[in-house]
């Protein structure tokens, strides 16, 4: 007999470790105190995930599966994931444990462990719900010296006939990235999102959570996020119909108050399984064919899931475990108080913080370009950035939250994923954002108390980074600017810079 384990986030029947699933076989699926505060989730992260757990399982049940499921209060769970296979080990008859591989290089480097501790097989299955496996991404990095996204994409767009026609890429071109840098204009109508009614198993779960989890960060309610494959085609097929036609167009903008914006809210069912990757990049194609949103939409959002989703993945089980110590640009500052209390005057980062806090979401950009961004401008040190981006967000797992943060926001890997720091002065904010209007700083002002941080800040980093940045292609006109600039000029960014440090540090409100 078989021990099968399903984690949180490997919910889908078609999973490597159900396949050949006999009568008798025990399906372990267990809410552990291990999992849920290896790093403190937000609080809507952990309630989302055991009520997917739990419906999940009883969908199981309901076709007639042996499962075993430990749920977090159960008097004697031990609080871990071993713990609860070896118990089934020993009260049952097993003779092998049977597991997909997870998504994370420190849970794979116990598992591979636990044939020694338990005395029977481990059988750890490749996870085959990605596009490219670890293996192909492998043999495709071999020997390139530089891995770039974008020739990965269109491997990726021939491999799986996405968006192409006889004569090459629909449309003629592969990547349609520069018409999908609008800023926000005014009066854009941006549709509700998707909102499921919390069922009695959520709101149980909700319970628990409130009770259990109580200092972890973000807010449980309210909870509109879906827990069932249903549910989450519902959230797919409402984003295609109603936010799809806008997401090209408006990929970068921010606006203060719209947490959504028009992107799609499916990482959270992609990533723990109740989506899988091609059908949503099918039902994009065809509305695209079906004349019913335009072709630089339906690329964007396709490139996103194919490109990058695949992409980052691949880097990530290429480079661990060492990629998680990189820090190219020596980051040492603590990561600072706001980022959890939101108490900070720069409106861009409230904002951002404050959406994070209540949803576990915050939209690609306001992660890169406000959150990231700033991170990486005060040199903050990799290992607590990333812990906050791992635990804040419900779509969060280290395959793509590290090669996110260590990779596109902090350049730590030295230039491995990204071609060149993705730093930005508040230029950039005011050009793609609202949240200038309502900042306590002045986005013109360059310099002095009342100007914008993030422009003294951005060229302090430069500066800073000068030895290490200077040989970069793309960088040049960034140097070029520098160079040119007068004394005065640079020594009014280290005086701004390092008075704003020195604020940072006596904890005052900056
Ligand atoms: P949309 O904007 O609608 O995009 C569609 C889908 O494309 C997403 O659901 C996601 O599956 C995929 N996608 C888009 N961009 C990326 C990307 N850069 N890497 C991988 N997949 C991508 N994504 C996560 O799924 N989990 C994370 O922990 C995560 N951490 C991030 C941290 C930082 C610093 C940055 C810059 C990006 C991070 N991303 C992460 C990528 C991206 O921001 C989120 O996937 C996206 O914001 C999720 O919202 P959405 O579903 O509305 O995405
Ligand atoms: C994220 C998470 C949480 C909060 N809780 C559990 C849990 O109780 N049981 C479980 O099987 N998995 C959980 N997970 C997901 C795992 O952390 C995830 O499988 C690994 O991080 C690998 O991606
Ligand atoms: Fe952010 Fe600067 Fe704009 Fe304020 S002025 S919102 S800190 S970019």
């Known amino acids: 007999m078989k021990l099968r384990l399903v984690l949180a986030d490997q919910l889908n029947k078609s999973i490597t470790s159900l396949r050949d699933l006999e009568v008798h076989d025990v399906i372990l699926m267990a809410e552990v105190r291990s999992e849920a505060t290896y790093v403190k989730h937000h609080k809507k992260k952990i309630a989302f995930l055991f009520s997917a757990m739990r419906h999940f399982a009883q969908d199981l049940i309901s076709e007639g599966a042996n499962v075993e499921y430990v749920f977090y209060d159960t008097p004697d769970n031990s609080g871990s994931l071993f713990g609860e296979v070896q118990r089934v080990v020993e009260s049952h008859k097993i003779d092998k444990v049977v597991v997909t591989s997870p998504g994370e290089h420190r849970l794979l480097s116990e598992m591979q462990g636990w044939s020694k501790q338990l005395d029977i097989p481990v059988e750890i299955l490749n996870d085959d719900r990605f596009l490219s496996s670890v293996n192909e991404f492998a043999d495709w990095a071999k020997g390139r010296k530089q891995l770039r996204m974008e020739f990965f994409y269109r491997e990726m767009r021939r491999k799986y006939s996405v968006l192409m026609e006889p004569e ?110 091609l059908e949503c990049v099918q039902k994009a194609e065809a509305a695209y064919r079906q004349g019913d949103v335009p072709l630089n939409s339906a690329e964007g959002f396709i490139r996103q899931i194919i490109g990058w989703r695949e992409f980052v993945r691949g880097i990530y089980w290429l480079k661990m475990p060492s990629y998680k110590d990189s820090n190219y640009l020596e980051a040492h500052r603590a990561l600072p108080e706001f980022y959890w209390t939101a108490e900070t005057n720069m409106n861009c980062l409230r904002q951002s913080i404050l959406e994070t806090k209540q949803n576990a979401y915050a939209h690609h950009i306001q992660r890169l370009m406000v959150l990231g961004n700033f991170a990486l401008l005060a040199g903050l040190r990799p290992d607590q950035v990333n812990e906050w981006y791992l635990l804040v967000y419900a779509d969060a797992y280290e395959w793509v939250e590290l090669p996110n943060v260590s990779g596109m926001v902090l350049f730590a890997d030295g230039g491995l994923l990204a071609s060149k720091p993705y730093a930005a002065s508040g230029s950039y904010i005011k050009k793609m954002s609202n949240y200038c209007d309502n900042c306590a700083y002045k986005v013109a002002a360059k310099n002095g108390s009342k100007a914008c941080p993030f422009n003294y800040l951005y060229w302090d980093f430069v500066d800073r980074n000068s030895e290490k940045l200077r040989g970069n292609p793309r960088m040049g006109f ?21 008075r704003f440090f020195s604020a940072l540090k006596s904890g005052d409100t900056v």
């Open 168 to 277: 090459g890429p629909t449309g003629g071109e592969w990547n349609y990235d520069a018409k999908n840098r609008k800023p926000p204009k005014e009066g854009l109508t941006i549709p509700p999102p998707f909102c499921a009614e919390p069922d009695i198993v959520t709101r149980d779960v909700m319970a628990l959570v409130d009770r259990e989890f109580a200092d972890h960060f973000g807010d449980l309610e309210p909870f509109h996020y879906g827990v069932t494959r249903g549910d989450a085609l519902a959230a797919l097929d409402m984003f295609i119909e109603t936010r799809l036609a806008c997401f090209g167009d408006y990929q970068d903008a921010m606006i203060q108050g719209e947490a959504w914006m028009y992107h799609s809210h499916i990482a959270l069912y992609l990533n723990c399984g109740l989506l899988e990757p």
């Open 478 to 498: 960034v140097f070029g600017t520098l160079d040119r600039m007068s004394q005065d000029k640079r020594l009014a960014i280290k005086d701004d810079t390092s």
